[in-house]
């Protein structure tokens, strides 16, 4: 199994990023998916899912300015940021929302003020 987040980068504050996440090893369109991401000094955190249908559901954190999407024929899960805060700095990591295959490396995402 291989979750390959990336994307991150130093972005100011009122900025936006796009985050991919590639998955291989897993029946993609068969596992609800999802992001999260860990603070420096903070437990991780989850962001936003979607399901197999393409229901998504986001932390009240990021409502209104990230998006969730996913590419079943890639294999891939997004995460479009906008309007990015300080507080949003953070690694950010893709996993299945239930069955939580081992996690990657994450890509980092840094927000100045």
């Known amino acids: 199994v291989q979750l390959q987040a990336s994307g991150g980068g130093l972005v100011q504050a009122g900025g936006s990023l796009r985050l991919s996440c590639a998955a291989s090893?897993?029946?993609?369109?068969?596992?609800?998916m999802a992001w999260y991401r860990q603070a420096p000094g903070k437990e991780r955190e989850w962001v936003a899912d979607?399901?197999?249908?393409?229901?998504?559901n986001y932390a009240d954190s990021v409502k209104g300015r990230f998006t969730i999407s996913r590419d079943n024929a890639k294999n891939t899960v997004y995460l479009q940021m906008n309007s990015l805060k300080p507080e949003d700095t953070a690694v950010y990591y893709c996993?299945?929302?239930?069955?939580?295959?081992?996690w990657g490396q994450g890509t980092l995402v840094t927000v100045s003020s």
């Open positions: 996993n299945a929302l239930h069955a939580k295959f081992k």
């Open positions: 090893g897993i029946f993609f369109s068969l596992n609800d």
């Open positions: 979607i399901s197999i249908t393409g229901r998504t």
